[in-house]
């Protein structure tokens, strides 16, 4: 019989370190699960972990329990590596935290893994073949992305998700090096992109029409992107990508990108105020003055846009806040909204530690729904009730109501859905029941892992 190995992708604790568990999730966008099945040799079997979904076996008799996590559910990594580990069973740890802290995970695992997987995946599951794993597995360089596998699609357990979309990955890196975001400092400075032909193998392989595309932005680089446009428009799918607010000035991409099926882009505003911006050491999408132009271009090409907003730094005050519901309720856009968080690993966290500003090291409340950072110009209590009260407003039932009728008389007017009409009810009745009781769980997070999307049309 083959020995197993499980990767799992750890659930989050709430703010009293309970873990949090659902017996469905709107959509599953993580792609490391089964890309890193795909990377395992075949004389070993493969069981994918969505530990918030289905619970973990501690007894299984695993060869190696593979976690990989970010910074809010590493806490809950270290315990499930602990419990493992207790009966046995041999663990590696890895992801952006890991790789950024591998002193702090040492203690809980028999491997960390450091960087990106791919160079190392093979060596480290040769070593549990033979029961001589090493501590660490440092990838030293960037994984080169010809000739990747296609990702275990079939392992993703979709049942367990209302909605079934399926994450693929065309491109890696970013040279915008904004300061408060892992990409650059995890992926690097250098745009990777793959093959055009394999980005279409891979969308074949998922069987489906519905694609959400993992890279950070998927028009990083313009004539990668327009190839890849015009030959996924024969594949008559239906996705979602993160990407730029330039899209909406760009013509034939934005044409392209159409043809091709965009539905549902997500844009990274942050902030409405240009020294909030500057403040972030945001390099791109500073040009705050287009963007209400830009957003209605996106929407009038029948794509809903949502935007990724922070608060919380220095220069925010409680106009801003008030600029940035305006801004959200009057273009009708599908916020996501955070807190600004320094994670170890980036630019800002160096800071942000320098300065004696990290106000605790509890992990799972790095969640972007609190303050962790210390605040200049404001008491935490009066932060967080700017950010809360923000919140409810955003989601409020009527506030969702008039996002939604406004999606839909565009799409419809396009018939653009990203899912047929039926999909889009359910998802609709998901949404009025969640903005009943606790709007932050339409707020979503914005790293590759993280568990919550666009739920209007997931
Ligand atoms: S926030 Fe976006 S543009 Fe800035 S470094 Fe991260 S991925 Fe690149």
Not at 10 to 36: E, G, I
Not at 80 to 108: C, I, M, N, Q
Not at 285 to 294: C, L
Request: charged share 25%.
């Amino acid at each position: 019989m083959k020995k197993k190995i499980a990767i799992i992708l750890p659930t989050q604790y709430d703010a009293r370190r309970r873990p949090v568990y659902a017996r469905r999730a709107s959509a599953n966008y993580n792609y490391t699960l089964p890309l890193l099945a795909a990377l395992t040799p075949k004389d070993f079997d493969v069981e994918i972990i969505y530990e918030r979904l289905e619970g973990v076996n501690f007894d299984a008799p695993y060869a190696l329990a593979a976690i990989t996590s970010i910074t809010n559910t590493v806490s809950r990594a270290y315990d499930l590596a602990d419990e493992f580990r207790k009966r046995g069973t041999p663990v590696a740890l890895g992801g952006y935290h890991v790789s950024a802290l591998p002193e702090e995970a040492a203690p809980h695992a028999d491997a960390v893994v450091i960087g990106e997987a791919e160079p190392v995946w093979e060596a480290l599951i040769d070593d549990v073949r033979h029961g001589t794993i090493q501590p660490v597995y440092r990838s030293d360089r960037f994984t080169r992305m010809e000739q990747l596998p296609v990702p275990r699609y079939d392992l993703m357990k979709q049942h367990l998700f209302y909605s079934e979309v399926y994450p693929v990955e065309a491109t890696r890196g970013c040279p915008c090096r904004c300061e408060y975001c892992s990409v650059t400092g995890f992926y690097g400075a250098k745009f990777r992109h793959r093959p055009v032909e394999e980005v279409l193998e891979h969308i074949d392989a998922t069987g489906s029409r519905f694609i959400s595309f993992v890279d950070d932005n998927i028009i990083s680089d313009r004539r990668y992107a327009l190839e890849l446009f015009r030959a996924m428009k024969s594949r008559n799918i239906r996705f979602v990508a993160q990407s730029t607010l330039d899209l909406a000035d760009d013509d034939d991409l934005l044409t392209a990108a159409c043809d091709a099926g965009l539905r549902f882009v997500w844009c990274g505003v942050e902030s409405l105020s240009r020294p909030v911006l500057e403040e972030a050491g945001r390099r791109v999408n500073r040009d705050v003055e287009t963007f209400e132009r830009r957003v209605r271009r996106l929407r009038s090409r029948g794509i809903v846009v949502a935007s990724f907003f922070m608060v919380g730094f220095d220069n925010d005050t409680a106009e801003t806040y008030a600029e940035i519901e305006d801004f959200v309720m009057r273009n009708r856009i599908v916020p996501g909204m955070n807190l600004i968080t320094p994670f170890p690993g980036t630019e800002f966290w160096n800071k942000a530690e320098a300065a004696g500003r990290i106000m605790h090291r509890d992990w799972w409340r790095y969640t972007g729904y609190e303050t962790v950072y210390k605040p200049l110009n404001m008491t935490v209590e009066e932060q967080n009730t700017l950010y809360r009260t923000l919140l409810c407003r955003l989601f409020s039932p009527r506030a969702n109501v008039r996002r939604f009728a406004a999606a839909a008389v565009g799409g419809i007017a396009e018939g653009k859905f990203l899912h047929p009409p039926g999909r889009v009810r359910l998802q609709y009745e998901r949404l009025a029941h969640r903005a009943r009781g606790r709007p932050r769980f339409l707020v979503t997070g914005r790293r590759r892992g993280d568990a919550f999307g666009p739920s209007l049309y997931f």
